[in-house]
């Protein structure tokens, strides 16, 4: 399974994603493809933001190797699966599917925690370390749901 993360910069949210979801397949011994990209090209090239990496850090997730890179409509054809943060990242990604098909590859990641209530993982760039706490809780409950859900470990 191909699984794409998106969030709006690719430095904060969606490499978090990509780190937990990478080594929560690993541990269950799942073969498993993650990765991440932002809506926005402001970050491209950039390296996680250094809260995210701590906060990975403190959970035994190493995310310090990723490149920040923005979506684009051939991810359609890459991934199976494509898991948006929040609402904009959501509505942002449906605008640039080509067909019907495109369209629903893409959830948003907390309804494997809370189905049909568009539950957002919050932007935590303005916030403090107890943001990208829950950032981090919320993206680990996401994964244990989703390969329970998925491949049923
Ligand atoms: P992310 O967080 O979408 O979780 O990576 C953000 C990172 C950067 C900005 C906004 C959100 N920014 O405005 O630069």
């Not at 996680?48 to 923005?70: C, F, Y």
């Not at 199976?80 to 605008?95: E, P």
């Not at 495109?102 to 993982?121: A, F, G």
């Not at 829950?134 to 989703?146: C, G, M, P």
């Amino acid at each position: 399974m191909n699984v794409l993360m998106v969030c709006l910069g690719n430095i904060c949210r969606s490499p978090m994603a990509e780190g937990i979801f990478r080594a929560q397949a690993e541990e269950r011994n799942i073969p498993f493809h993650v990765d991440s990209c932002g809506t926005a090209n402001y970050h491209v090239g950039e390296s996680p933001d250094i809260r995210s990496i701590k906060k990975a850090a403190e959970h035994h997730v190493d995310i310090s190797t990723l490149s920040g890179r923005q979506f684009a409509p051939h991810d359609f054809d890459r991934f199976d699966l494509i898991l948006t943060m929040d609402q904009s990242n959501f509505r942002n990604v449906i605008q640039k599917a080509r067909q019907p098909s495109d369209r629903d590859k893409v959830k948003l990641i907390l309804d494997y925690v809370s189905p049909n209530e568009s539950q957002e993982v919050p932007d935590p760039w303005y916030g403090d370390e107890e943001d990208f706490e829950t950032v981090y809780q919320l993206l680990n409950q996401a994964a244990n749901k989703f390969f329970k859900h998925h491949f049923n470990a």
